[in-house]
């Protein structure tokens, strides 16, 4: 029923939870599944500040690629040994609008993301990506607690 799976991974224990769920609903399915990390993007670096903020700024673009390229670097060392056709996107953006836009120009047939991710806030049912891609996104989303 379910051709293509959207898996957003975060790193979190959640987000490796939905991603087992879903492998196992692709097994179920034959789907294919799409595991897809999004880099938040910092906000526009002003050319006028002082050369130490710069490097600052860097360091932080760098450390946030590093972790990305982990999250999927993960994902490939721990989900490609399962017998699904699976592929890997690491993009930059805004997390909840990448996922929403990826899911709609790849045809996406089902989204499957957990409740909560990495965040501190814990006293909201689901996190704030999760809320967004649940009312904008254009396909079902599955959210796993
Ligand atoms: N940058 C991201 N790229 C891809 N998927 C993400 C990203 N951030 C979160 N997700 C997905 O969204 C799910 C819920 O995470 P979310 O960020 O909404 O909750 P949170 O981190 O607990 O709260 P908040 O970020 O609002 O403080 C994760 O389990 C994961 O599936
Ligand atoms: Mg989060």
Redesign the pocket.
Known sequence: MYEKILV???G?V??QR?AEYAIELAKSMNSQVVF?????VLPPYERHQSGSSESAYQHLHDDLRQSGEGIIENAKALFGKEDINASYRLLWGN?AME?CHFAKEEDISLIV?????????KGYL??????RVVRHASCPVMIVR
């Open positions: 957003p991974l975060d979190s959640q987000s939905s897809i990390h999004v880099i938040p997390p996922i993301m957990g409740n909560r991710g990495l965040g501190e806030i689901i996190g704030s990506i999760s809320n």
